[in-house]
């Protein structure tokens, strides 16, 4: 990705939360050069990989497969100095745009539509080889327990949440003419590094051409403190 669309996509997502009144944590508006003043005292935000996140999967084509992101709190399994079990993040899928067929292997999550259009999910069980099944999918939406066959989009209007539980393929997607998403994340701890089980595989963090300066730097991008 160019440096300066991953600049433009941090850019839309935080005028996207602030008009739906979601206030960013401080840290998410700290400029590169900030970043260099921050010792020790921040190194969960380091180390748990809190902030930024602009991703298009290693596809090169973020308008139709990717995702924009902020990872707002998360512990970290392999430092047990940061107890945390559970994580939030905040996420922007752009109507139009994709975010891949995946499940997580130890992650339990909460996605709530925070405002904007109407999100669908796309659900399959999977195989004990992680293939998809065909068979009827249990989902639960807003305490809601109920089946649909396999490869059913479902619809997630403003205010509504689904739960994705372990080994549950989803994806993602916007019901067209309805508009930008805000999706919150409630979930377990997030390992992005060895969690994520997308099917067909793909990257998950992209090579950066640096078209321009870095408007935030990513949450991967973070100094080391002095």
């Not at 080889?129 to 009827?136: I, N, P, Q």
């Not at 509504?160 to 979930?187: A, C, M, W």
């Amino acid at each position: 990705m160019k440096r300066s669309q991953i600049n433009r996509e941090i850019k839309r997502l935080e005028a996207l939360a602030s008009a739906h009144g979601f206030e960013l944590p401080p840290f998410c508006g700290w400029t590169p050069e900030e970043w260099l003043t921050k010792g020790h005292e921040y190194d969960e935000i380091r180390d748990c990989m809190l902030g930024w996140d602009v991703t298009d999967y290693g596809r090169g084509d973020f308008d139709r497969i990717g995702f924009t992101l902020i990872t707002i709190r998360n512990g970290n399994a392999k430092l047990p100095q940061y107890k945390k079990p559970y994580a939030e993040k905040l996420l922007m899928l752009k109507e139009g745009q994709y975010s891949p067929m995946h499940f997580h292997w130890n992650k339990m999550e909460d996605i709530i539509n925070r405002g904007g259009g109407t999100a669908l999910i796309r659900v399959y069980n999977s195989l004990p080889d992680e293939g998809f099944a065909d068979t009827d999918v249990t989902v639960i939406i807003d305490g809601r327990s109920f089946t649909v066959p396999a490869g059913t989009q479902v619809e997630l209007k403003p205010g509504e949440s689904i739960n994705i539980y372990q080994r549950l393929y989803h994806d993602f997607q916007v019901k067209p003419g309805t508009g930008d998403i805000l999706l919150g994340e409630v979930s377990m701890c997030n390992d992005d590094a060895c969690d994520n089980r997308f099917n067909p595989p793909m990257g998950r963090f992209p090579a950066i051409d640096e078209d321009e300066p870095p408007y935030r730097l990513l949450c991967n991008e973070y100094p080391s403190a002095e």
